[in-house]
């Protein structure tokens, strides 16, 4: 074989790295082993699947790029990566289901690489809920037949390769096929990636769904699927994608240039941009700017050491790598952790309110409600609780929390009022430029690793009635509040 010089580590691993400081990574429970999983962003969710030769890190340039518009997740399957061994037989579809249930996903789009499109079509047969469209990159699919062509890779596979891990070099530095031979420094990294991550065990996949073969049900799928293939591939891998098209109803093939099987390594800026224009095409799951109906749970993300100065100006930095949820067109909400603290910001763009109210419930009963206009101040309310400030607030700075508190140029509200305005809106018109609210909560006022939580924007000038996440909920009472999950 061909020797081939190595590319320095840290040229691609920084991509994973960044990623990585700004999102969180874990392990979804799978029976006895655990599948490693890393996520980043905020929105309709992306699912990438890997292929069968490398691990997760073949979506480095994806996982960073699509991060900034949508929550990605990307997974080690057994065997591979940072996941268990693979051993005896198991299921990768159950395993996804997994992933989502345990990552609390209902819907997310999967993109699919090779051996990991099948695992893909096979999952959407199986649990056709759980999928908003498909895209699926140099995928095979069930049942559909091999010719020895593919077997013996045009006779270039030689016989004497014994082992898996042999097998996987064959493919990085002899393959006609896996990538396009000009395309050297993708494959110095595919190299790289393999030789830093052996495959462990030899478990078997028992994945085909009940009845037929997977390629005679693909007539089932109903989402909007985008097939793209490398101009190089081998001929099967093109013959595969022409059954997928032709079974899924309106899918759209591509054929991408100067690449073979690889296409995420080998083309990842015409792949991004590709993938990026179908996903523009594909209805969201949540309407854009309407109240936030996501799962009953959020887990806070780790942030990565940027500090927030309580300053309501939302700097830029300062909450890249918090958890943001659109709770109204005019309003956001971030949520971070960072060592001994929980930061919250409330966004409301144009700013529009001096006045935001936090709710909560450490246990579930008692309910700390968290006051931040011109002063800060807290109380406990229950559902014996009188009006609006009965019981009282504790005014003033407080130890375990702080948040910024709103103030306005005096001289200027004077000027205003001299000149008709009323005070209410002299005060509005004078306030310094804010952009929200910014709290800061030590988790030892509130040390249980989840707590009930609800936010409160009252009505101010263009809302006709307070915002209020989760919707429909109340103060008094915490039926429906949201929870974060902070272990």
Not at 72 to 95: L, Q, T, W
Request: glycine content about 8%.
């Amino acid at each position: 074989m061909k020797a081939l010089p190595l590319v320095s580590f840290m040229l691609f691993l920084f991509a994973s790295v960044a990623a990585a400081q700004t999102g969180t990574s874990g392990y979804v429970d799978v029976g006895e082993s655990k599948i490693f999983y890393e996520s980043a962003g905020d929105g309709d969710v992306l699912i990438f699947i890997h292929d069968g030769l490398v691990h997760r890190e073949i979506w480095d340039e994806q996982f960073s790029y699509f991060s900034q518009k949508f929550r990605v997740v990307r997974y080690d399957r057994r065997g591979y990566g940072k996941s268990s061994e693979a051993k005896g037989v198991f299921s990768n579809v159950e395993d996804l289901l997994s992933l989502f249930t345990q990552l609390k996903i209902d819907k997310a789009c999967l993109i699919a690489l090779s051996s990991g499109g099948r695992l893909a079509i096979d999952f959407t047969l199986q649990y056709p809920d759980k999928v908003s469209s498909l895209v699926l990159v140099g995928a095979v699919v069930g049942g559909f037949p091999y010719t020895q062509h593919f077997y013996d890779r045009g006779g270039h596979l030689p016989a004497d390769l014994k082992t898996i891990a042999e097998r996987r070099i064959y493919y990085v530095l002899d393959d006609p096929y896996e990538m396009y031979r000009e395309n050297k420094t993708a494959a110095e990294r595919v190299m790289q990636l393999v030789q830093n991550n052996p495959r462990k065990g030899h478990g078997s996949a028992s994945d085909r769904p009940p009845g037929k073969h997977p390629y005679q049900r693909l007539g089932e799928i109903k989402v909007p699927a985008l097939i793209l293939v490398g101009e190089f591939d081998i001929p099967d891998v093109h013959a595969h994608a022409g059954a997928i098209q032709a079974g899924i109803a309106d899918s759209k093939r591509d054929i991408i240039p100067k690449c073979g099987h690889l296409i995420p390594v080998e083309q990842p800026v015409l792949f991004n941009d590709t993938v990026e224009k179908f996903l523009g095409t594909v209805p969201p799951t949540k309407e854009p700017g309407s109240m936030n109906t996501d799962p009953n749970s959020i887990r806070v993300p780790e942030g990565n050491g940027v500090p927030v100065l309580l300053d309501g100006l939302f700097s830029p930095g300062e909450w890249a790598d918090a958890k943001k949820i659109d709770i109204h067109s005019n309003v956001s909400l971030y949520l971070k952790k960072y060592r001994e603290h929980v930061f919250v910001g409330v966004k409301i763009d144009p700013y529009k309110t001096s006045v935001v109210d936090m709710f909560i419930s450490p246990d579930g009963e008692s309910i700390h409600h968290l006051h931040a206009s011109a002063q800060i101040g807290e109380r406990i309310v229950n559902e014996d609780s009188g009006p609006w400030d009965n019981p009282p607030f504790i005014w003033g700075n407080s130890v375990a929390w702080y948040a910024n508190e709103i103030r306005w140029d005096n001289g200027k509200m004077q000027e205003l009022i001299k000149q008709g305005k009323s005070s209410d809106e002299a005060q509005a018109m004078s306030y310094f430029k804010y952009d929200g609210f910014e709290f800061q909560i030590k988790r030892s006022k509130f040390p249980a690793d989840r707590w009930l939580f609800r936010i409160e924007v009252p009505m101010a000038p263009d809302f006709d009635k307070p915002v209020i996440y989760p919707p429909g909920t109340a103060m008094k009472f915490t039926k429906g509040w949201i929870e974060l999950e902070l272990d």
